[in-house]
């Protein structure tokens, strides 16, 4: 490009090569930069749809659904266990009874005493844990892939010979009880979700926690346990992920050999529950001792299944994605209101679930001005179109933060156990297509639709006199181990 000097310098003089501006040399660094982002990125989602292409899907006579996929850089294997049972199949009364079975499956069988699972795993040099949420229990293993045989038969034992006594039984319900001290009734900003979470669903049993009401925990018979078990511990009721460094018909062939003498059991009950539309912005305050104030605004939003979806898991990172999201730029480091501020939306749920906006006010500044702040910036996205610039960087966000994630075997097989679980694994192969085709129009109509205050539940904790320090913190994830 051929640049004129200024006219100031005097007229009548030839043209010259000028040195480019900076934001010359900016704009053309940028456009190069997205043409090598873009060609790469094209690049990875070949490779990411080959690699959905690559999962081999079967079931068993006993109904148990199977998920395969080779990946032999490492000779490294995860099993997981994902069971369709979770806090959503509880009932008032009973709650927390999914995570205390989920402690309970630790307790031995059988075959195999108290702790040997755990101890087995880690002789080798691998891992195991196990996490309950809203809509799933999963169990997994991760290490040698020589240990597939060994773990595969663990895990079929302990899936119909769970051995716990009165004593067990007691003990382990203690420590769950311990935990839901620690972790909820000790802990004011969790107490204060939880209580919200309790007005936001009416009729859902997503209303409760996942680790279950005090009181509920302690009432929570050892008969009861064995009903669950045995009513949602089932091979037609769960679904086996392997990844890692194994040819799929071996282990296909293993995988016979032992879940395949499993009989099936009676098809759990259907939860049929389904929460009616709100009609009104609803609010709860929290009075507990605690340094600080903090608000939870919850709003009713589709999940997997509605196109809507994908739209709003790009405002979730306009709104919180990074220090140069919208809402950490200008609560925290413009107006410094906020000590935190964040936004949290869950697509992955068997039902429909929430969009979450939550702050902290700074020393000084209160709970009021961090909402007004807040609905502010909601206003701006249901009035004006997000930029084209901050729109293409969510979607490079989510673009990029899904890719990563691919390159870990456990994560591999956590996105097939859990989407499985809740919808379908297939749902993989829409997801980086239908985030990159959500335009800045549907940004501003999910907004404009969702997040309005009829469709909202407010939750505020207001600190009363402290007599020592608490810790207050946000838990939006809804998984607990």
């Known amino acids: 490009m051929i640049l004129f000097s200024s006219s100031r310098n005097g007229g009548g003089r030839r043209p010259r090569a000028a040195t480019p501006s900076w934001r010359f040399r900016l704009m053309t660094a940028l456009m190069a930069l997205g043409l090598i982002l873009g060609m790469m990125q094209d690049l990875r989602a070949q490779e990411t749809a080959n690699l959905f292409d690559q999962v081999v899907e079967h079931q068993l006579k006993n109904g ?71 809509d799933y229990t999963a169990y997994f293993e991760t290490g040698p892939k020589d240990q597939l045989k060994r773990w595969l038969e663990m895990e079929a034992d302990r899936m119909k010979g769970i051995n716990v006594n009165d004593e067990g039984f007691q003990t382990e319900k203690k420590v769950v009880i311990e935990e839901r001290r620690l972790r909820t009734e000790d802990d004011p900003g969790s107490f204060m979700q939880e209580t919200a979470m309790a007005a936001t669903f009416e009729a859902h049993p997503y209303q409760w926690p996942v680790i279950g009401w005090l009181h509920d925990i302690e009432s929570i018979s050892l008969d009861d346990f064995q009903k669950h078990y045995h009513r949602y511990y089932q091979p ?89 999201s919208r809402l950490y730029n200008s609560l925290v480091y413009k107006q410094k209101l906020a000590l935190e501020v964040g936004a949290d939306f869950n697509l992955d749920t068997t039902d429909p679930f929430l969009f979450m906006l939550y702050g902290q006010p700074m020393p000084g500044k209160t709970v009021a001005q961090v ?24 979607k490079n966000q989510t673009t990029a933060s899904f890719y990563m994630a691919l390159d ?22 829409e997801f980086i297509p239908k985030i990159l085709a959500v335009s800045a129009a549907d940004v501003r109509r999910v907004a404009q639709k969702y997040l309005v205050p009829m469709n909202r539940t407010v939750g505020i904790l207001v600190p009363v006199k402290t007599g020592k320090p608490k810790m207050e913190r946000f838990h939006p994830g809804g998984e607990i181990s």
């Open 64 to 134: 148990l659904k199977v998920l395969l996929l080779k990946e032999s850089r490492a000779p490294i294997i995860t099993v997981q266990l994902w069971y369709r049972v979770g806090s959503r199949n509880e009932w008032l009364g009973k709650t927390g009874l999914s995570h205390l079975t989920e402690h309970l499956m630790f307790k031995g069988t059988a075959k195999y005493g108290p702790k040997f699972f755990s101890k087995e795993v880690q002789r080798v040099g691998g891992s195991d844990n196990a996490f309950t949420g809203r």
């Open 236 to 324: 037609n009721n769960c679904t086996l992920v392997v990844v890692g460094d194994i040819e799929p018909q071996e282990a296909l062939k293993e995988i016979e050999a032992t879940f395949g003498e499993l009989p099936a059991g009676p098809e759990p009950p259907k939860v049929t529950a389904k929460e009616p539309q709100q009609y009104g912005e609803r609010r709860v305050q929290v009075l507990r001792e605690a340094q600080f104030p903090s608000i939870l605004m919850s709003y009713h939003t589709p999940n997997w299944r509605e196109p809507d979806a994908y739209a709003l898991e790009l405002l979730n990172r306009i709104l919180s994605q990074g220090r140069s």
């Open 371 to 394: 909402e007004a702040a807040l609905d502010a910036e909601i206003k701006k996205l249901q009035t004006d179109l997000v930029s084209d610039a901050e729109i293409l960087k969510a």
């Open 408 to 429: 870990s075997i456990f994560y591999r097989g956590m996105l097939l156990g859990r989407t499985e679980t809740v919808a379908s694994w297939t749902l993989l192969k």
